[in-house]
């Protein structure tokens, strides 16, 4: 947050005093400048105030903003927009609209008219919202294109399994930035133009990515179940997933609950006596006789020791019960040499 070297409520009071009485009314409903600290208005409300269309209260508004940019007023505060350039060419160029009070206003009841000075700075730009970036403010529309391209193309490269770290998706986005001027490119900057867009998000550890995926938005015990076992980054048993969600999230999990939850939710599959483990870990569905099949199919004949080493990575289960499902005639044989192999 900056310090100001200013008082924004004796700014806008000097720069109003140039306007005509209704002028300065129409500005002051409009911002929120009122004395009583009164909310703005929308150009509806102003409009009925007065009896005039909405339209005729944006033309007012529109020509006392051009007013005062055109007085002496003005002009003799050229330095102090000038600051105020440089320093939100400190903050990365472009700026969320939900962070520019943040970052340079200290007194709440001050931010309706820190905003009208930066309505009337001719330096500053407004980006209203879309569906992709929140309202948007800028000192250059060259870096605020480059950034706003950067993060859409970053979008567009992640998956609902995309999760990355903070440090991985500020390398994603200034790597995205070959052809903007260096002194922007800056990881610092890439944190904050991440609070630009409405499609990208961070989940509950701290990751990023889409932000219409359940692993960011989480809502429910499987989303929550999938963060806990992906941050544990090993199978799990589903007691230690309730144990888990309870302690990263603060969310009351019942034990059998949650383990219904894992056990219909595809991303998870059952790799030992209630214990699961990520699909896109590369384990394969299904009970030790259908992984055996699977593996030997896959490779041919196999000897005994290989054959335990590979189910073992993927099914947590003791050497016993391999040997026991091999056994099995109608899927399998044993070869004169003392290898495996899948019958048919």
């Known amino acids: 947050m900056k310090n100001l070297p200013f008082k924004p409520k004796q700014i806008t009071k000097k720069l109003l005093s140039v306007l005509p009485a209704r002028a300065r009314d129409v ?79 200290s007194d709440r009841a001050a931010d309706n008219h820190l905003y009208f000075i930066f309505v009337l700075g001719i330096p500053f730009n407004r980006s209203k919202e879309n569906s992709t970036f929140h309202h948007r403010w800028f000192t250059r529309e060259d870096v605020a294109s480059a950034v706003e391209t950067a993060l859409l193309e970053l979008h567009d490269s992640l998956t609902d399994d995309s999760l990355l770290s903070g ?6 986005i200034l790597n995205k930035l070959d052809a903007l001027d260096p002194a922007y490119k800056r ?58 969600i309870e302690k990263l999230f603060a969310r009351k999990a019942h034990v059998a609950t949650c383990h219904n939850e894992l056990i219909k939710d595809k991303r998870f599959v059952l790799v030992g006596r209630g214990l699961y483990a990520l699909e ?16 030997l199919k896959a490779n041919g004949p196999l000897p005994l020791q290989e054959i335990i080493e590979r189910v073992r990575k993927e099914r947590y289960v003791k050497d016993n019960t391999i040997m026991v499902n091999l056994q099995d005639r109608t899927f399998f044989k044993r070869l004169p040499n003392g290898q495996y192999a899948v019958i048919g």
Request: aromatic share 10%; net charge negative; no cysteine.
């Open 280 to 295: 896109e870990w590369g384990y394969s569905a299904g009970v030790v006789k259908d992984i055996l099949h699977e593996i």
């Open 27 to 105: 500005i002051e409903k409009r911002y929120g400048l009122g004395p009583n600290g009164e909310p703005p208005m929308t150009l509806e409300a102003i409009g009925q105030t007065y009896g005039i269309t909405r339209e005729r209260v944006r033309q007012i508004e529109n020509y006392a903003i051009e007013m005062i940019q055109k007085s002496d007023v003005y002009a003799e505060y050229a330095p102090l927009f000038a600051e105020l350039q440089k320093e939100m060419d400190l903050l990365g160029g472009v700026i969320a609209e939900h962070d520019l009070l943040k970052e340079f206003g």
């Open 167 to 172: 440090e991985e998706i500020v390398a994603s």
């Open 187 to 244: 990881e610092e900057f890439a944190h904050r133009w991440l609070s630009l867009s409405k499609v990208l998000a961070q989940n509950p550890l701290g990751e990023w990515g889409l932000a219409s995926s359940p692993n960011v938005r989480a809502k429910g015990i499987r989303d929550f179940a999938y963060l806990a076992v992906k941050r544990h980054g090993s199978p799990m048993h589903f007691k230690e997933v309730a144990e888990s």
